[in-house]
C-alpha cells in the first residue's frame, strides 16, 4: 500500500540543525510532488513547502525562506526536510505529504506520514 | 496568500445529528478544496478531495459541496469516531493554506 514513513523524534538545541527523513513505499516516487507540513502543540497545520522529487525544484512558504531546505535521494525513494537556525518555537510535530492526482484531476495531500516531533530545548 | 476561514471552531453535537462545517476562500479555488480529519495524537487523513470527492474507504454519511470561494463539509449523521478535528486546505494557490480547525465533540 502507498505509505510514507518519517524518522524518530528529535531533540535539538537552540541554533542547531534537525534533518527529517520521509521514505515512500507502495507508487512511484519521482511521480508524485512531496510536501511538508507543521503543527506545534494544540495549533493548526502549517504548510511549509514543496518539492518535486523528479527534478528536485522546490518552492518554499515566504516565513521559512532562507531557513528550510527540502532534498531528495531517488535511488531510496526519500524526501529530506532540514530546518536550520532552529529556535524554540521550531517545537512541533512535521509531517511529509504526498500531492496526489486521480487521472489528470490534482487531489492535493492525499497521503500523509506518521508525523516526527522535533523538540527544541536547551 | 488565500486566507481560508472556517467556521464554526468548534462544534457539540449528538449521535445521528447532522453537521455541517464552512469554509471559505478570500479569492477564487475553483474546486481545489480538500478535507482533512485529525484524531488526536495521529496525522491528517484526507477525506474529501477536489471539494466533492469521496477519497477511497471513506464512509459516505461524509461530503463536500462548493467551489470559487465557498466550501461545505456534512457529516450526514454523527457516529462516535467521528470526533476529531476538521481542516478546510487549499491547493489551486501558492502557498497552500490550511482553515484554523473545527474541534468536533459529542454532546
Known amino acids: 500500500q502507498v505509505q510514507l514513513v518519517q524518522s524518530g523524534a528529535e531533540v535539538k538545541k537552540p541554533g542547531a540543525s534537525v534533518k527529517v527523513s520521509c521514505k515512500a513505499s507502495?507508487?512511484?516516487?519521482?511521480?508524485?510532488?512531496i510536501n511538508w507540513v507543521r503543527q506545534a502543540a494544540g495549533q493548526g497545520l502549517e504548510w511549509m513547502g514543496w518539492?518535486?522529487?523528479?527534478?528536485?525544484?522546490?518552492g518554499y512558504a515566504q516565513k521559512f525562506q532562507g531557513r528550510v531546505t527540502m532534498t531528495r535521494d531517488t535511488s531510496i525513494s526519500t524526501a529530506y526536510l532540514e530546518v536550520s537556525s532552529l529556535r524554540s518555537d521550531d517545537t512541533a510535530v512535521y509531517y511529509c505529504?504526498?500531492?496526489?492526482?486521480?487521472?489528470?484531476?490534482?487531489?492535493?495531500?492525499?497521503?500523509w506520514g506518521q508525523g516526527t516531533t522535533v523538540t527544541v530545548s536547551s | 496568500d488565500v486566507q481560508m476561514t472556517q467556521s464554526p471552531s468548534s462544534l457539540s453535537a449528538s449521535v445521528g445529528d447532522r453537521v455541517t462545517i464552512t469554509c471559505q476562500a478570500s479569492?477564487?479555488?475553483?474546486?481545489?478544496l480538500n478535507w482533512h480529519q485529525q484524531k488526536p495524537g495521529k496525522a491528517p487523513k484526507v477525506l474529501i478531495y477536489?471539494?466533492?470527492n469521496l477519497e477511497t474507504g471513506v464512509p459516505s454519511r461524509f461530503s463536500g459541496s462548493g467551489s470559487g470561494t465557498d466550501f461545505t463539509f456534512t457529516i450526514s449523521s454523527l457516529q462516535p469516531e467521528d470526533i476529531a478535528t476538521y481542516y478546510c486546505?487549499?491547493?489551486?494557490?501558492?502557498?497552500?493554506?490550511f482553515g484554523q480547525g473545527t474541534k468536533l465533540e459529542i454532546k
Open positions: 486546505q487549499q491547493y489551486e494557490i501558492l502557498p497552500y493554506t
Open positions: 479569492q477564487d479555488i475553483n474546486k481545489y
Open positions: 507502495g507508487y512511484t516516487f519521482t511521480s508524485y510532488h
Open positions: 518539492m518535486n522529487p523528479n527534478s528536485g525544484n522546490t
Open positions: 477536489a471539494a466533492s
Open positions: 505529504a504526498r500531492e496526489g492526482r486521480i487521472l489528470e484531476l490534482p487531489k492535493g495531500l492525499d497521503v
